[in-house]
């Protein structure tokens, strides 16, 4: 099964810490076998606003094999080639969690739908969202604007909402950038 992978720079799991093997000179990455315990975790395109990290790799997985709420589970992985445009992607995916989020914020206080605590806690998000939009911090811009989704839903539905525009965002950038389909 192809799929994505987050790693931090260097092709380092977040989580784990651990180095893995990349491809080198167009031959796939060495294989990577997990204890059952833990797993080789990896996304379909609709989890990848979950998990964003500095590096995204197309990966393979092969063994026993689950699809759970927002990620997958394999005994086995190994990493395919790395998504070079991932680095602009995803500043560009920043700055649009943040400006979509500034629109959303400004349009609810201005048609007066916030009580002036709430739309201080949204201001406090949106701010937060462009702050780490501009240092390059994805991963919590986007998080930032699914929490304020929330409160301006009223509910958790508005974070569910928020993280598959997101990834809708995500899957037509990486359609536009020609990276293959996972």
Known sequence: MIAYKFLSRGAVGPFSGYRWPTPDGGAAGAWVEATPADGIHACRRSDLPYWIDEELWIA???????????????????????????????????????????????????????????????????????????????????????????????DAGGFTAERRRQAAWIEHALALARVPRA
């Open 60 to 154: 393979e997985l092969s063994g026993d094999i689950r699809v759970t709420h927002h990620q997958i589970v394999a005994s086995r992985g190994r990493l395919l080639a790395r998504v070079e445009a991932w680095h602009e992607l995803a500043r560009a995916f920043a700055l649009d969690c943040s400006a979509t989020l500034r629109a959303r914020v400004e349009s609810a206080v201005a048609l007066g739908g916030a009580a002036a605590n709430v739309a201080a806690l949204l201001r406090g998000y949106s701010g937060d969202a462009e702050a780490f939009a501009q240092h390059g911090n994805a991963s919590a811009a986007a998080f930032a604007a699914a929490r304020a989704s929330a409160v301006l839903a009223g």
